[in-house]
DNA sequence: AATCGTTCCTGATAGC
DNA sequence: TGCTATCAGGAACGAT
């Protein structure tokens, strides 16, 4: 399931092998992953335009192209980026694809289709992402500056977190991650984490997401890349021993209904 | 304004 | 073996 560090790395990778080629054609099979347009409205838009860059908001992969029409990509469970020569390599998961000039296609695939492949004007994604919370691998991330925000809410500390509209791309497995890290209790109300706890629970945020870019992202069920699986220290583990204190790793679905693991020795 | 419940989808898995 | 029921999960949306 990607998050900030899959959604990078889905990115990065395809900013390197399509910038710059212009899209010759586009096919629509399954409709329901467009938002914003019509299968003919994305092909009048995008037919004849080059693009410039591929990058990461959130967790959208944006597609940029020379006209000023963005493309953001919500990989949600399943979506993925496939790039192939006519032909071979795409399958009947491979909802839309963009024809390249170089001959090649890519596609957006997506098995369970909850992802989303959402068509903005300049002015539509500025106000479409000036609703999301700051960068956390941005400089105005700091530890004050999430202490502020945890003081305004009585919410579990864990779904505060990821919540894209406070803070961009931290989802299930990363907030786990980073809680754990920061000795943390998940369903904590988020104003009694203290000044001392959010500095570290923002360090931790930090560092677990950036090791994870570094290794391409987590593969776990639905994301096949990545080797950050095995540095998970509470996600996906229960039952298994606490790394720094033995206990077993705890699997709860009490918190918002969604699958929280966590250490209830050391996480307080 | 903040929070909560519902909905979308299909492969994998469990249970009979 | 082959069927059916259940589950996973991000975020938009409507309701409170």
């Given at each position: 399931?990607?998050e900030?560090p899959?959604?990078e ?5 395809l900013h390197?092998?399509?910038r710059?080629r212009t ?16 299968p003919?409205?994305l092909?009048?838009v ?6 410039v860059?591929?990058?990461r908001r959130a967790?959208l992969a944006?597609?940029?192209f020379?006209s000023?029409?963005?493309v ?12 192939e ?6 399958d009947q998961?491979?909802t839309?694809?963009l024809a390249?000039d ?7 695939r997506?098995?369970?289709r909850?992802?989303t492949f959402?068509?903005f ?13 700051p ?6 991330f700091?530890g004050?500056w ?8 009585i919410?579990?500390?864990k779904p505060l977190?990821?919540d894209q509209h ?23 109300s988020?104003?009694?984490?203290s000044?001392?706890e959010a500095?570290l629970?923002r360090d ?6 950036g ?7 987590t593969?776990?069920r639905?994301?096949a890349?990545g080797a950050?699986a095995d540095k998970l220290?509470a996600?996906n ?14 699997l ?5 209904g969604?699958a929280?693991?966590f250490?209830?020795r050391?996480q307080r």
């Open positions: 399931m990607p900030l899959e959604v790395t889905m990115a990065r990778d390197k092998r399509v710059g899209v010759v054609g586009v096919t629509v099979h399954k409709p329901d992953v467009l938002r914003g347009a019509t003919r409205k092909q009048r995008l037919v004849g335009r080059r693009i860059r591929v990058w967790k944006v597609i940029d020379d000023g029409a963005r953001a990509v919500q990989p949600r469970f399943t979506g993925s980026f496939v790039v020569r006519s032909g071979r390599g795409a998961y491979c839309l694809h390249l170089d001959g090649r296609r890519l596609h957006y997506d098995v369970r909850l992802g959402q068509l004007t300049p002015k539509e994604f500025e106000a479409y992402v000036s609703k999301l919370g960068e956390p691998l941005e400089a105005g700091t004050d999430l202490y502020e925000l945890l003081q305004r809410s919410r579990p500390v977190i990821m406070r803070l961009a791309g931290v989802g299930n497995i990363y907030a786990s991650e980073a809680l754990w890290r920061a000795k943390i209790d998940p369903s904590r988020a104003r009694t984490v000044r001392k500095e629970l931790a945020i930090v560092s677990v997401l090791e994870s870019i570094e290794l391409r992202g593969t776990i639905d994301y890349e950050f220290d996600y583990r229960a039952g298994e021993p606490c790394r720094r204190c033995g206990t077993r790793i705890v709860t679905h009490a918190i918002d969604r929280t693991y250490c209830p050391c």
